[in-house]
């Protein structure tokens, strides 16, 4: 992933932001990146970062934890139809399953682990949106750069 880093993102359209304008966080360059974008393209009516949660069963944890998707956008499409979307921004390798090679076993495991929850939520927010008629897209970093 890009160099990790956090803080408040300050938008120049605050009226689009869904939610609290003045308390939007962002926890990593990509979504910063992707905030950005958001803001000031013109296609994106409203657009919100971890403005709600859905719950989702964790197999490592064995329990039903809850899940604050990355983003949920308002897009005016092609066709000017408004479209809703629910975004993840996610590192491409955490979208495959891992391949061990000569991985040591505890970085194979946690690679292994986070798939399956990645894969756990993303079935539950999957049928939360068909639920809805929202879309739900993963974007990785060959969709950002």
Same mark, same amino acid.
Request: with cysteine.
């Given at each position: 992933m890009s160099k990790y880093h956090q803080g408040?993102?300050?938008?120049?359209?605050p009226e689009k932001y869904i939610g609290d304008p003045q308390n939007i966080v962002y926890r990593s360059?990509?979504?910063l990146k992707f905030m950005q974008w958001c803001d000031r393209n013109p296609n994106?009516?409203?657009y919100g970062s971890e403005e709600f949660c859905i719950p989702y069963y964790n197999p490592i944890k064995e329990r039903v934890?809850?899940?604050?998707?990355d983003?949920?956008?308002?897009?005016?499409?092609? $066709? +000017?139809? *408004?479209? !809703?979307?629910?975004?993840?921004?996610k590192p491409k390798k955490q979208t495959v399953?891992?391949?061990?090679?000569?991985?040591?076993?505890?970085?194979y495991i946690?690679?292994?682990?986070t798939y399956l929850v $990645? +894969?756990? *939520?993303? !079935?539950?927010?999957r049928e939360w949106c068909e639920d809805r008629k929202i879309k739900f897209m993963i974007i990785t970093e060959d969709d950002l750069f």
């Open positions: 408040f993102f300050r938008p120049q359209n360059g990509w979504e994106i009516l409203h934890c809850r899940y604050f998707p983003f949920i956008i308002e897009v005016l499409e092609q $066709n +000017q139809q *408004k479209q !809703k979307y629910v975004i993840e921004i399953p891992p391949v061990r090679g000569n991985k040591k076993t505890k970085t946690n690679e292994a682990n $990645n +894969q756990s *939520k993303w !079935k539950s927010i």
